[in-house]
């Protein structure tokens, strides 16, 4: 079952964004198996994260070789991401 996450951050900038999608590139992490969407948006200073994963599981893989990578760049997480369940995900067509 598909899953919206909403992460957790505090204060997140630009810089410590790159820096971590940098680093989970570079360990071959990035795009990891299960993310659907990934959408940062917001202000600089408070960026803010939300996915839809295909699953809890897929999230929970992630997150453990994401987690000490945020530690060491700074950003600071304040709890556990708020997860809720996917009732309907339509994707738009493409045309070709």
């Known amino acids: 079952m598909s899953i919206v996450v909403?992460?957790?951050v505090v204060g997140l900038t630009r810089r410590q964004y790159d820096e971590v999608?940098?680093?989970?590139?570079?360990a071959g992490a990035w795009?990891?198996?299960?993310?659907?969407?990934?959408?940062?948006?917001?202000?600089?200073?408070?960026l803010k994260v939300s996915?839809?994963?295909e699953s809890h599981e897929q999230l929970t893989a992630f997150s453990q070789q994401m987690l000490p990578v945020l530690d060491e760049v700074g950003v600071q997480v304040t709890g556990e991401?708020?997860?809720f369940e996917?009732?309907?995900?339509?994707?738009p067509r493409t045309t070709a």
Request: no cysteine; charged share 30%.
């Open 6 to 8: 909403r992460h957790q």
């Open 31 to 46: 795009p990891p198996d299960g993310l659907l969407l990934h959408v940062l948006f917001g202000t600089e200073g408070n």
């Open 21 to 26: 999608s940098r680093r989970m590139e570079e």
């Open 51 to 53: 996915e839809i994963w």
């Open 86 to 91: 996917v009732h309907e995900l339509e994707l």
């Open 81 to 83: 991401p708020e997860v």
